[in-house]
Structures are given as C-alpha cells and as structure tokens.
Nanobody, 113 residues
Framework: QVQLVESGGGLVHPGGSLRLSCAAS???????GDWYRQAPGKQRELVAT???????GYADSVKGRFTISRDITKNTLYLQMSSLKPEDTAVYYC????????WGQGTQVTVAS
C-alpha cells in the first residue's frame, strides 16, 4: 500500500519558519510532487509543485516565502516555509501525482502570536 506521511507542522509566531516533510512509501523521482493546504471552512488549495525535472511553481500567496524541494534518494518532499503569516494557518498535505497515492493525514501549521 502506497502511503504519504506528512510531518513538521506546529505552532509558530508570525514571521517564523517551518520545514514540512512528506515521506512516500514508493519512488517519487518520476512524478510531480505537490503541497496543498486546507484552512478551516475553505477548500484545499495547491500551494507548491515540483516537476519530475525539478521545476518548481508556487501559488501567488506563497511565492517568495515557500520553497518546495525533494530528495529522491529518500523519497521525500519538503516545503520550507518562511515569513509565515496568520493566513498560512492550515492543514498541509502532500501529493505525488500519477502514483496512486491516497491523501495522508496532513500536518497542522498554526501561525499565531
């Protein structure tokens, strides 16, 4: 069974940083990897993408503050988040497209003073 396990969330003050990790049970190198987030009462939104060639893309709301990366030797995606704002508060999920993964449990990020 293929699984995605997110970790690294927590409570951080505005302006702070966190690094999220997403461990996949299978190979990720040939696939597109995504980070999504879902805030209370809102739809899940795509915030960052990394292609199989390593090309990255970001939602306008996080551009310049978040960085997606991966380590294909560890089958792990990362999301480095800096200059965090209260509106970044959400449950963060990862996904590997086309590899038949189910959604993981997500990791809660709370930005508050």
């Amino acid at each position: 069974q293929v699984q995605l396990v997110e970790s690294g969330g927590g409570l951080v003050h505005p302006g702070g940083s966190l690094r999220l990790s997403c461990a996949a049970s299978g190979s990720i190198g040939a696939y597109i990897g995504d980070w999504y987030r879902q805030a209370p009462g809102k739809q899940r939104e795509l915030v960052a993408t990394i292609s199989s060639r390593g090309t990255t893309g970001y939602a306008d709301s996080v551009k310049g503050r978040f960085t997606i990366s991966r380590d294909i030797t560890k089958n792990t995606l990362y999301l480095q988040m800096s200059s965090l704002k209260p509106e970044d508060t959400a449950v963060y999920y990862c996904m590997v497209r086309g590899a038949a993964y189910d959604w993981g449990q997500g990791t809660q990020v709370t930005v508050a003073s």
